[in-house]
């Protein structure tokens, strides 16, 4: 069984759509998050959500918008995109928020392709 | 922006030889991990390093710590084709890790 799941693992799509992606965690963890990786590998931190609230919005655009309907699941919509929304989107997950000695669990990703 | 910058960005060595990648990052820390990204794939969490700690090792990796110059090290001894991926150096924001850009290590057969 796979920790985080993402879907999809691939979207392309067109400038100006709306797309959504989804992520489960069956780690029983509390903390998710939503992380973007650029084409040069930076990461960085989107959103997170401890317990279905969320603790950590980093100056994201309104056009994303997270959703965490429970603790297992933290999904990300995004309106209107932009050719600068292309990325790999990581969802992660941990036991509490911050740092733990068995780190972070991530998805395997989506790339999100705008054209 | 980053808080951690790893050194090389690119690093290719023969399979059987030593790869080191460093990190370096601004502000205090808490602790210090390592994560290696195959492409492709998501991050794995590899090691954590705390910042009372100077070294620490698990099977072929070695960390260490100096926290007088912000600076981590991780040494992969014995290489293998199959430790060919990014590796990225992350350290303990508020309420979440800060990444580095990462080292891209190659191993040749």
């Known amino acids: 069984d796979t920790a985080v799941s993402q879907t999809p693992k691939y979207l392309v799509t067109q400038m100006g759509n709306d797309k959504s992606i989804k992520c489960e965690q069956n780690l029983g963890h509390d903390t998710m998050y939503w992380y973007k990786q650029d084409s040069k590998k930076f990461l960085k931190i989107m959103f997170s959500?401890?317990?279905?609230?969320?603790?950590i919005n980093e100056t994201v655009p309104n056009r994303f918008s997270p959703k965490s309907p429970d603790k297992a699941h933290l999904n990300l919509h995004i309106n209107s995109l932009e050719l600068g929304d292309s990325a790999v989107y990581f969802c992660?997950?941990?036991?509490?928020?911050?740092?733990?000695?068995?780190?972070?669990?991530f998805g395997s990703g989506t790339r999100l392709t705008v054209v | 922006s980053q808080q951690g910058e790893e050194d090389p960005q690119a690093l290719s060595i023969q399979e059987g030889e030593n790869a080191t990648m460093n990190c370096s990052y601004k502000?205090?820390?808490?602790?210090l991990q390592w994560y290696r990204q195959n492409s492709g794939r998501g991050l794995v969490h590899l090691i954590l390093?705390?910042?009372?700690?100077r070294e620490k090792h698990s099977g072929r990796l070695r960390v260490t710590l100096d926290t007088s110059k912000k600076s981590s090290s991780l040494l992969i001894t014995a290489s293998r084709a199959a430790d060919t991926a990014s590796y990225f150096c992350a350290t303990d924001g508020v309420q979440k890790l800060v990444f580095g850009q990462g080292t891209r290590l190659t191993i040749n057969p």
């Open positions: 502000t205090s820390i808490n602790n």
């Open positions: 959500y401890n317990n279905k609230e969320l603790i």
């Open positions: 390093i705390r910042s009372n700690e």
């Open positions: 992660a997950s941990s036991p509490i928020p911050g740092v733990l000695a068995g780190g972070y669990t």
